[in-house]
């Protein structure tokens, strides 16, 4: 009988233990429509791997991970090539964690990922509401002529959820109609206190890594100058932490970009600090 120790490859800090957790970390390793550089397929693997040389402790929040009670699934398995399927796996698993009363924190992959996981949680909370953390407005109706895209996931997402419970940080690029849309239902927001209208509604924040300034995350499909630095992205999160966070996830890190590995850390980072507002 073989007795190890054996490397594990599960996040760090995650409970084992599935019926016992609060919430499920779901690896979602697509990017079949991205519409610059491929490659954010492998960052639910590469995460995994780097959040061992993580602290389980965050001096920010004075909590541990242990204390978050999350269980790592791994990496659900698609077909690869067929979006619409792979939609689909997405939406029935997360329902599945729900009906089981857990949340979902989703680790993508490509932003299109979320759409999914938004109509899933939205059959259980039908008061829900969308934090959204990107460089980009993400409110195509299509992308060449593709309805299906990372470009159109908050569009799409809107029709689920209504505009007026959505707000976006950070957006600094999109289309003339799409700072439109934003200005007619007032969605970008750029204090705190702008977030107060979801007080009493459950959230779902979405983190599109390129928020962050290429100078601290170039590993990303899209880069996309004039973002945050951690902090800022951090102090967000502290806000964030008296509202009723119902879901979460963080996408589009995009890992052989950055052959240094500062951008898989520094990804991992921001998912162990989203954890601890959860």
């Known amino acids: 009988m073989l007795r190890g120790p054996f490397l594990d490859r599960t996040w760090m800090g995650q409970n084992p233990d599935y019926d016992t957790s609060d919430i499920v970390m779901l690896g979602l390793p697509f990017d079949g429509t991205v519409s610059y550089r491929p490659g954010s397929r492998f960052a639910p693997e590469q995460i995994r791997l780097a959040s061992w040389g993580l602290e389980e402790y965050s001096p920010r929040f004075d909590k541990e ?9 791994g990496d659900l398995e698609f077909p690869l090539g067929n979006t619409y399927k792979t939609l689909e796996v997405i939406e029935k698993n ?3 964690i729900y009906r089981d009363g ?3 924190f989703g680790i993508g992959g490509e932003h299109l990922v979320t759409l999914p996981e938004i109509k899933a949680v939205a059959k259980f909370y039908p008061d829900l509401a969308i934090v959204h953390f990107d460089a980009h407005t993400d409110l195509r109706e299509e992308y060449m002529g593709e309805e299906m895209s990372h470009s159109a996931v908050i569009k799409h997402a809107s029709k ?3 505009p007026e419970n959505i707000k976006q940080i950070g957006i600094r690029s999109g289309m003339k109609e799409e700072w439109d849309f934003m200005k007619e239902h007032n969605t970008l927001i ?3 206190s702008e977030l107060d209208c979801l007080k009493g509604k459950k959230i779902f924040v979405t983190v599109d890594l390129d928020v962050l300034d290429p100078s601290v995350m170039p590993g990303t499909g899209t880069p996309e100058s004039g973002g945050f630095d951690f902090e800022t992205l951090i102090g967000w999160f502290e806000y ?3 509202f009723d966070i119902v879901g979460a996830d963080v ?6 970009y950055d052959a240094s590995g500062v951008s898989t850390a520094v990804a991992t980072k921001v998912i162990r600090e989203l954890l601890m507002i959860m």
């Open 240 to 242: 964030l932490k008296q």
């Open 190 to 192: 750029h204090k705190y």
């Open 251 to 256: 996408v589009e890190l995009a890992p052989d």
């Open 102 to 104: 857990k949340r979902v």
């Open 94 to 96: 997360v329902e599945d």
């Open 160 to 162: 689920i959820v209504g």
């Open 65 to 73: 991970l242990s204390d978050v009670n999350f269980h790592d699934a």
